[in-house]
């Protein structure tokens, strides 16, 4: 494979129409990722039709770098307006526009871009070196593990969310609740659809995080008594020091390890890798109490764990042709119209297209850095927009991305909506990202929690008896417990002193 990697990209090298495919591909997945409403599935499916009439090496290179470049872009307008483009930047805004509200949008946009392009290259080191053994252990999975995982998931992110535990868990549980919204995933039966033919296929992703963390900013900037975001400084140099990157190396290594291997689990995508890097950051962080004001840790794990989920999801994908997540189903897609089917076999007979593969990849991710080192400071310069005109222009961008997604008045309807009750639940302190959260994990935790019942004949053994599922229910009640353990002794040691 290791030779195949290496002839294949001398090729590629020499020709210019497909390091043109991969350019184009990072410029247009950095500039879709960062535009409110357009997540990276989005840009995969709206640039699929353009690959038909290029062979499948060209449309390759151009889709990996599309899917590459776009979980950085959708980082980017987590950082500068608070609005993840894509569901693993959900964690990216909570340290990123922290950083960007006390004037440290650079720093934090290179960051981002340094850690995303390390953990990308480590997620692709992984998928060569081990695709087959991380393949097996996720196969091991079953309904059982993934309803677990998915508990494992949401008590982690409740724990990880700065304030208060318990806001934290309601939010939660808002989120799971917005998720029964629609068809019954066992028996089809339509739930809290209020009568809408729109709202019987659920609530869609992007009009309620465009909702809840785009219209609620600019709710936000309206109200008098909201804080003012500051002006940048003049950015300076875009690199940042070594003393500061040697610094998070630990981070960075740590997250692109948790990224690489969550990614390899089919479904469980990077909501739940950014989710677990951010709790674990904090948890060995000397600045835990500091989390949610701007802490380069908390933006760096993430940011590399997002990453390292894109070469992680491809283990599946290539070696068993299972999906790891939606963005790779898009991708599957793409190699099925190009008559390539994923699997063992494609190892077997065409061991030189899996080797573009890779390069496609690891081309992606250089680009990505070069192009983006390039592109950061116009993106900056957002920044120094009046507040009353980049209010505006966010506003029409949270519509036109609401409305876009399935061409529906009624997304926009729901992305007003939850703008109100983001706003609402900043201003009562409530962390918000659980509720997206909780949207994603919650229709994976009910079809498999009552799939496992439905085949255990409702026996809740089924989880203490399989070892994986039961690691992981006690993970979950360890990080739930742990709080309350911490302030029971915390209040123990002051009545003795």
Not at 173 to 194: C, I, M, N, P
Not at 260 to 267: K, L, M, Q, S
Not at 399 to 423: K, Q
Not at 424 to 435: D, F, G, K, T
Request: hydrophobic fraction near 55%; charge should be neutral; include cysteine.
């Amino acid at each position: 494979m290791i030779a195949d990697f290496l002839a294949v990209f001398a090729t590629i090298l020499s020709d210019p129409y497909l390091l043109g495919m991969s350019a184009l591909g990072t410029v247009l997945g950095i500039t879709m990722g960062c535009l409110p409403g357009i997540s990276s599935t989005m840009a995969l499916a709206i640039l699929l039709p353009v690959t038909y009439a290029m062979n499948p090496t060209a449309a390759m290179m151009f889709l990996m770098a599309v899917f590459s470049a776009s979980v950085f872009g959708g980082s980017i307008s987590a950082i500068l307006i608070n609005i993840p483009g894509t569901p693993g930047a959900i964690v990216t805004q909570l340290e990123g526009y922290a950083m960007t509200r006390k004037g440290e949008a650079a720093d934090a946009l290179t960051l981002s871009l340094f850690s995303s392009t390390v953990g990308g290259i480590i997620g692709l080191g992984i998928l060569m070196l081990v695709a087959p053994l991380i393949a097996s252990a996720a196969m091991q999975f079953r309904s059982p593990e993934f309803a677990m995982a998915t508990v494992f998931g949401l008590t982690m992110l409740a724990y990880s969310t700065p304030g208060s535990t318990f806001r934290g868990i309601l939010s939660g549980a808002l989120g799971l609740l917005f998720g029964t919204v629609g068809f019954d995933v066992v028996t089809d039966v339509s739930r809290f659809d209020f009568g809408s033919s729109a709202l019987q296929s659920g609530i869609e992703l992007v009009p309620l995080t465009v909702g809840l963390f785009g219209l609620a900013e600019v709710l936000r900037g309206l109200d008098r008594d909201a804080p003012r975001t500051a002006q940048p400084p003049p950015l300076g140099t875009l690199l940042p020091s070594l003393r500061k990157l040697r610094g998070l190396w630990k981070t960075v290594m740590r997250g692109s390890a948790l990224g690489a291997i969550v990614g390899a689990i089919p479904a469980a995508g990077s909501a739940i890798a950014v989710a677990v890097s951010y709790a674990q950051e904090q948890r060995l962080s000397k600045r835990s109490s500091e989390f949610g004001t701007g802490v380069p840790e908390g933006l760096a794990g993430p940011e590399a764990a997002n990453n390292a989920c894109v070469g992680g999801a491809l283990v599946p994908m290539m070696t068993l042709g299972i999906p790891g997540d939606t963005m790779t189903a898009v991708l599957m897609g793409a190699l099925l119209i190009h008559g390539l089917r994923p699997g063992p076999l494609l190892f077997a007979e065409r061991p030189d297209f899996v080797a573009s593969v890779y390069v496609a990849l690891f081309l992606a991710l250089i680009l990505t850095i070069v192009i983006g080192v390039f592109l950061i400071r116009y993106f900056v310069r957002l920044m120094r927009t009046p507040s009353h005109i980049l209010l505006i222009v966010i506003a029409l961008l949270c519509v036109i991305g609401s409305f876009a997604i399935r061409n529906n008045i009624v997304d926009v309807y729901v992305m007003i909506g939850f703008g109100v009750t983001g706003y609402v639940m900043n201003r009562l302190e409530i962390p918000v990202a659980p509720v997206a959260f909780g949207l994603i994990l919650g229709p994976i935790l009910e079809e498999n929690l009552r799939r496992s019942l439905i085949i255990s004949d409702g026996s809740w053994m089924v989880f203490v008896e399989r070892p994986i599922a039961l690691t992981m229910l006690v993970l979950s009640i360890a990080a739930l417990c742990y709080p309350v353990l911490r302030v029971a002794i915390g209040s123990r040691d002051t009545a003795r002193g």
